[in-house]
Each structure stands twice: as C-alpha cells, then as structure tokens.
T-cell receptor, first 119, second 114 residues
C-alpha cells in the first residue's frame, strides 16, 4: 500500500531561521512527490514536485525540497522563514504502477504539518 | 482566468437533508476529484473521475454521490446517509488521472450540519 507520513503535526520556527518540514513515503514503485500549502479556509496551493532528475527541487516562494531515495524522504526546506509562511503543509505521493489499474494516478496525502513562524 | 470554482463557500444543513456542492473548472482537465478534510486527518478521497460519464469511489464514498455529465462539472451530493457530514470539502482537477501533473484545487466548501 502507498502511504505518506508527516511525522510532525506542528513545527515552530523564528522568523529568519531555516525551516524544515519532514515527509517520508512508502510506495511499491517509483514515486512522484509533491508539496502543497494551505492557508486557513482556503484550497491547497501547489509548491513543488519531484518527478525525476536532480534530487533538489526548487519551488514557489523560496521553498525547496530534497528527494532522498535511500531514506524514502522528501523534506521541505526554506533557508530563511517568514511570518507569512505560517500555514498548513501537505506532502503527497503518486505512484504509477506497471500496467493500468483503478488507482492509477491517485495522490496519497500526508496528514499535514502546521508551520508557525514567530516574529 | 482559468481555475476551479466551488460553491457555496459556506453551507448549513439540517440533519436528514441532502445537499449538493458545486465544482466547475475551465482548465480543460479530464480528471476531477473530491476530497474531504477534517482537522488532523489530512485529505481523504471521496470520489474521482477521469472522463465524462465515468467515476470511481475513493476511500470514503459511503453517504456521498457524484455525477460527471460535463467535462467542466463534477458536483458532489452529501446525502442523509452520511453520518458525520460536517467538514471542509475540496474539489480538484488535473490534466489526466495519471502522469506527472499536479492537482489544482478549488477554494473549498465548508459544510456544517445543525
């Protein structure tokens, strides 16, 4: 079964400090990995994705993520946090298994990590 | 501007009533999805559709129904059979069910059962 884990429900950092939001995954094929951000009472916004190639992926608003195949992780990072980065962050994985199936292309989401950046 | 429009933003319902949430997209996407979001539980897939007149159950389809009569539209009905319908509902679309594309989300509809 495919799954995504975000081990921290909450991450607190001071403005200007680096931030990391952790994500690990368990899949039976090659993963496509995504990060989304959600502000209160809003929909999810796409931040970045890893499909193939360079393990370090750069995305919107200065965020980046590092794909680590051996550790099955895809942690979200930012060198210098802003108060406006405070939001709920979701990691997601899609697996394209050999052949076709009813779950082809489905995204599996983690439970989310609430990031709070203190001024 | 291209995007996904969900309506209404807020909805109140009495127990025993059915309610329909609207989702319209003008992105020309084939695949559309409905997710339910509860605090601390992340997003759970209710239904998805990869083509007109075809849809599949997700992980928590009981008490919900959908239709896909037009490519642009994927309404969700929350029926009286759904035992705990109070939640935030998110509609999404993508170019296709598979592939490398990300999902595009609407702004959500918050349903409260009184």
């Amino acid at each position: 079964a495919q799954s995504v884990a975000q081990p921290e429900d909450q991450v607190n950092v001071a403005e200007g400090n680096p931030l990391t939001v952790k994500c690990t995954y368990s899949v039976s094929g090659n993963p496509y990995l995504f990060w989304y951000v959600q502000y209160p009472n809003r929909g999810l916004q796409f931040l970045l994705k890893y499909i193939t190639g360079d393990n370090l992926v750069k995305g919107s608003y200065g965020f980046e993520a590092e794909f680590n195949k051996s550790q099955t992780s895809f942690h979200l990072k930012k060198p210098s946090a802003l108060v406006s980065d405070s939001a709920l962050y979701f990691c997601a994985v899609r697996v394209i298994p050999p052949g076709r199936g009813s779950t082809l292309g489905r995204l599996y989401f983690g439970r989310g990590t609430q990031l709070t950046v203190w001024p | 501007d291209g995007g996904i429009t969900q309506s209404p933003k807020y909805l109140f319902r009495k127990e025993g009533q059915n309610v329909t949430l609207s989702c319209e997209q003008n992105l020309n996407h084939d695949a559309m999805y409905w997710y339910r979001q509860d605090p601390g539980q992340g997003l759970r897939l209710i239904y998805y559709s990869q083509i007109v007149n075809d849809f599949q159950k997700g992980d928590i389809a009981e008490g919900y129904s959908v239709s896909r009569e037009k490519k642009e539209s994927f309404p969700l009905t929350v029926t009286s059979a759904q035992k705990n319908p109070t939640a935030f509902y998110l509609c999404a679309s993508s170019p296709a069910l598979g592939g490398t594309g990300e999902l595009f989300f609407g702004e959500g509809s918050r349903l409260t059962v009184l």
